[in-house]
């Protein structure tokens, strides 16, 4: 029989917390069994599976979408390499975009902090081509920077 870890074994693991751990489960995204008294009990592969999870987050994928992945992967064995590498080739374009963005966001610092968003209609950064003035007059905005994909 495969060693099974407690919660918090896996928690030690992973450095995610238990109630984390709880969360992506009721989710969907790990499984357990359960043992006397209900005690959750995981195998060895879903330490993977963590930190697939938390790869994924940190490149921006929803929990629904990192599930949408994990689904692709076999049920039947642990993942292997080949599989790991097959759910992540795609994510290449994403990193590289977010990298772009980034990039282009350093490039324009200097600017955009020298503006202090007076001049929304110059702005490289919110307002590039000042297409917010050609949807009418009035504010166009009203998430901040940051939160736009």
């Known amino acids: 029989m495969a060693e099974l870890l407690t919660i918090g074994q896996v928690a030690a693991r992973t450095g995610v917390a238990t109630s984390a751990l709880r969360f992506y489960e009721e989710r969907g995204l790990i499984a357990s069994e359960r043992v006397g008294g209900g005690h959750r009990r995981f195998a060895r592969p879903v330490i993977r599976r963590v930190a697939f999870i938390l790869f994924a987050q940190r490149i921006g994928l929803t929990l629904e979408q990192i ?10 064995r642990t993942p292997k390499r080949e599989d790991w590498e097959r759910l992540t080739e ?4 994403r990193v590289d975009e977010q990298i772009a963005q980034l990039e282009r966001l350093r490039d324009s610092l200097t ?16 307002n590039p081509d000042d297409r917010l003035g050609r ?5 166009r905005r009203v998430e901040p920077v940051h939160a736009r994909p």
């Open 67 to 76: 599930g949408d992945e994990l689904a692709q992967l076999p049920a039947s």
């Open 90 to 93: 795609q994510w290449r374009a």
């Open 111 to 126: 600017d955009c902090i020298g503006c202090g968003c007076l001049s929304l209609d110059k702005c490289a950064l919110v």
């Open 135 to 139: 949807e009418g007059p009035g504010a």
